[in-house]
T-cell receptor
Framework: QKEVEQNSGPLSVPEGAIASLNCTYS??????FFWYRQYSGKSPELIMS????GDKEDGRFTAQLNKASQYVSLLIRDSQPSDSATYLC??????????FGTGTRLKVLA | GAGVSQSPRYKVAKRGQDVALRCDPI?????LFWYQQALGQGPEFLTY????????KSGLPSDRFFAERPEGSVSTLKIQRTQQEDSAVYLC???????????????FGPGTRLLVL
């Protein structure tokens, strides 16, 4: 079992819809959770971080964390074609070391 | 510079060649990371520096990989006797403070795409 698991996709959603991206992790000691966006051929860019159970909203993005279920998700409202990218989930156990998932490729269809 | 820079952006090496990849972190950033990202995968941790000290090199795949940051700013990742399985994008990231609190944002460079023939 991988430490951080994501469905590789592609996840296709129509423009204006809600895109829901999911991530599970295996280490119950994980403390910090991050979503990065990576456009093809580019470097990862942090879009959301979350540290406690519940929802965290930032603009069109909402991160959701459920530590009991070891599950973190990212919702993108009013999806735009420019949101088409790979979304990487990263988990930190309280040190400098981040563990990344393989990423979910999102395609927003115009 | 405004962000993390890496050079070269692309490198083609013949199997058995040595390569050196450079990372210029954001000025003043204490922490520096190297990651390896294979096609279709997420970044895999290679090594971590706090200033000039290499605190963790547990992710380096073999003793052919070596990293240094002698003055606590620029870092170099060296790969000796490159093999085809070394082909990947090598990402450098830096953050302002040491990551004991695990909430500090990492800023990634554009990466060096290495192809070993």
């Amino acid at each position: 079992q991988k430490e951080v698991e994501q469905n590789s996709g592609p996840l296709s959603v129509p423009e204006g819809a809600i895109a829901s991206l999911n991530c599970t992790y295996s280490d119950r000691g994980s403390q910090s959770f991050f979503w990065y966006r990576q456009y093809s051929g580019k470097s990862p860019e942090l879009i959301m971080s979350i540290y406690s159970n519940g929802d965290k909203e930032d603009g069109r993005f909402t991160a959701q964390l459920n530590k009991a279920s070891q599950y973190v998700s990212l919702l993108i409202r009013d999806s735009q074609p420019s949101d088409s990218a790979t979304y990487l989930c990263a988990v930190n156990r309280g040190t400098y070391k981040y563990i990344f998932g393989t990423g979910t490729r999102l395609k927003v269809l115009a | 510079g405004a962000g993390v820079s890496q050079s070269p952006r692309y490198k083609v090496a013949k199997r058995g060649q040595d390569v050196a990849l450079r990372c210029d972190p954001i000025s003043g950033h204490v922490s520096l990371f190297w990651y390896q990202q294979a096609l279709g995968q997420g970044p895999e941790f290679l090594t971590y520096f706090q200033n000039e000290a290499q605190l963790d090199k547990s992710g380096l795949p073999s003793d052919r990989f070596f990293a240094e940051r002698p003055e606590g700013s620029v870092s170099t990742l060296k790969i000796q006797r490159t093999q085809q399985e070394d082909s990947a994008v090598y990402l450098c990231a830096s953050s302002l403070v040491r990551l004991g609190g695990n909430r500090e944002t990492q800023y990634f460079g554009p990466g060096t795409r290495l192809l070993v023939l």
